[in-house]
């Protein structure tokens, strides 16, 4: 049930995709569940720590709101970080409060 998970606290860890040319990182729920961090805390890890490279393995935050889709082709352009996801599979993107990892000056710029 999504609405209880939004009061739990969640781990998310990050991963990278390596291709040709391209290595994408992402964020997902540590037990392997298809939970993804927003984009927009994505913004706030790269305005922190210069890049998705140098931002922390392991994030520990409460869920503010978690959004459920399934993979199509428009997503799957939209989110290149979720191309390894095949079609039709369902996946939730989670907004965390990141209050406890980016410094209050970012928190104020998003």
């Known amino acids: 049930d999504i609405s209880s998970c939004q ?9 990278q995709l390596n291709r040709p040319k391209d ?3 992402f964020y997902q729920e540590s ?9 927009l805390n994505i913004q706030m890890l790269v305005h922190e720590f210069g890049s998705l490279e140098a931002c922390p393995a392991t994030l520990t935050a ?3 709101e978690m959004d459920s889709s399934t993979m199509n082709d428009q997503l ?5 970080y979720l191309r ?3 079609l039709s599979c369902s996946f939730d993107v989670a907004e965390l409060d990141l209050n406890s990892v980016v410094s209050r000056g970012t928190v104020i710029q998003f």
């Open 7 to 15: 009061n739990l606290a969640t781990q998310v860890e990050k991963y």
């Open 23 to 25: 290595v994408f990182y």
């Open 31 to 39: 037990s392997g569940q298809r939970i993804f961090l927003h984009a």
């Open 62 to 64: 409460k869920i503010l």
């Open 76 to 80: 799957r352009n939209r989110l290149r």
């Open 84 to 86: 390894h996801l095949p």
